[in-house]
């Protein structure tokens, strides 16, 4: 058997998996905050392509096809399906028996380094469908910004995105890529928004991602264009499902149940797309396979959150959503894992931990801090700072299994490279530090 | 027919193919400096594993078979084979007759992101079986050192990098890599070698690649471990016909023959690596395909050097090798290409060029400038420096074929990415410039 194991072309997902059916509860639906009713399909329908808004609210449907175009994207362009991989290098590391497996999925070789572009080729290519001009969406970091650069670009579409200013300044590649990519990338807050010119008349100039979010969505009304998220919502979700269709595909070539699945949790989307699959998985044949979201311990929105609703933004213009969260005033201390600093959650996500359907881990700056040179120097590559949260709890599971004399065959979501985040290990206390 | 197009991990090829019987006469040998005698094999040892100098003066055998455990790396731990692409938006964006076609080999998939690691695990790995204890190498920008330190983290060997010193402190990233892998990385000049204190006392503490190739011979010498390099040489070059082995069998899949394969050319590893194969198919099948070395129009050894006897190095410590040299002095000017800023060349293509068995081409800064924001416009990825050469020299002969009303058929080597060197396209006049 090998360590890479592959799927062919025409193995990769007919369909989504659309995990809304199978909860034990309907989900809570999105709240106006103004009439505190319901928020409507048409309500939202100025912010999002009427497809995705069908998605987000189709409680229906387990299976959602996904058209022949799109599928072509996923296969030539993406380059899925992706291979998984046993981690043997890093089993021998750890000193594991034989009978304490590790394997990952490999999310990190997409075109812009994680899992993101998966939802972000759908949605442009829904709002293609549908005659959208563009989109207009914000970016902490600049990994969702990226992806969708790189979407809107195979589609024809034109993509402005806010990018939080102090990321703006301080990491500039990513503002890079997306301008390569044809994407219009703003420093946020901007002086081209009303909100924007208010926070900059505050003295708010470094910005923050409730701050970009509001420019976005303002910007979307008032030019006719679109507004796009890259995590949280059920649609999102939805599109990252063919992570854990393929997995589930390559661990039986593998001839492997897994008996944890993990991924690391910040809005929710590459957790839930290596988990709900297997979610399916434990319904259908009581596989008893345990879903692990981690997150850092410095923003426990799964742990320590109120499961209530909320905005999904700090400035209170989104919809109330009823998820786990810190409280949208919560202020994520200044972790490299970009990526992993939301005071919200997936509302999927949150009402499967609610039914204690998915368990939530946190883990450390101590613990993640070695994860990437141990990952560098026994897999040979370098993972993302969010996807390190995730190999220190599965290392964590690893090590007790082989105390306890336990089976277990972990698998994880390897849902991004660090290649663009390098200044993360080079700083005091990052990996990469010659001692 | 998909755009992309896979081969199956048992394609993977069986053999290196080594060019040296077929060429039309027999390479010049390597000549000691004193003694003006050729270098033997047993002189070199001192530098090189002895099975790597068996390769590099094998005039014999045109296939070397690859040892179960070396192809097991490629295929497991470099992902080999690689994808092959047809630029099927790239063609549309320069608005290509259906006759004029565009194919690109994803060497960017890599662990760190070029070809070089092909060369690198090969070079490990017979060290490791001959019980070399480690590596000294040079590295200038960083993509050679990052592939050897990943390397050498394989097969449990040490690594120590000697690292252009003004490189080691604009470019961090690719020694965080390096770190990272668990090598050893000194900015050179250092203190560690008699070499290196000499050239520091005399006030050059900014390096040099022909500096940091002295060290690391230096150091090699006097502590047994080995030397290695990682373009020029034969050896190297063998190792990386895998690459157009593994093209010549896509092409069949895709039902196509190239008329033109190119490759960027430094010191010649990476055109090799495409072209060479596909020599053997012009000598055996008169398949008549051009192969073309596109350098920059600054650094034009092949099509402006000398074919004559040069150290490899700029401070004299190697032997003579009789190649296209622009001079050992040659002060190439600071082109974001790092990996083209080699006076010489591989003796190899030389005596192709000398032969007219291969077309050296040029490119200038202006041709190259607009070729990342292009590609990354078309096809969505980025590439790296070295490799936008070899894309400005397909552009414009497809443009040319258009212009004509010729049929062509044109592959090229995608010999890495731009991830770790997007500072280059934020300098003014680089791409991703925002107008």
Redesign the interface.
Known sequence: M???I?LD?NEFPKSFYNVLPDLPEKIPPYVDPKTKEPASLEAMAALFPIELLKQEMNYDDRSIPIPAELREVY???L?RPR?LVRAT?LEKHLGLPPDVKIFYKRED?S?T?SHKPNTAVAQAYYGMKEGVKGYATETGAGQWGSSLA?AG??FGMDVEVFMVRCSYEQK??RK??M????A??KPSPSDTTQVGRKFLAEGRSSGSLGIAIAEAIERAVTTGKKYSLGSVLNHVCLHQTIIGQECIEQMKMADETPTHVFGCFGGGSNFAGIAFPFYELNRNKKAGIRLIAVEPDTVPSLTKGKYEYDHGDSAGLTPLIKMHTLGKDFMPPPIYAGGLRYHGAAPSVSLMVKHKLVEAQTVSQADVNPM??LF??SE???PAPETTHAIAAVVRTALEAKRKGAAATLLFNFSGHG??D??A??KPGG????K
Do not use: T
Not at 179 to 182: D, Q, T
Not at 431 to 434: D, E, N, R, S, V
């Open positions: 090998s360590r890479a592959y072309e296969i030539e362009r380059l291979p290098n070789l075109p380094g790189y670009m195979l500039p590649y890079v890529m301008n390569m990519f044809g219009d990338v990437a040179e560098a120097k040979g590559i370098i290649l663009l390098m200044a290990y080079e990996a990469g530090q010659k």
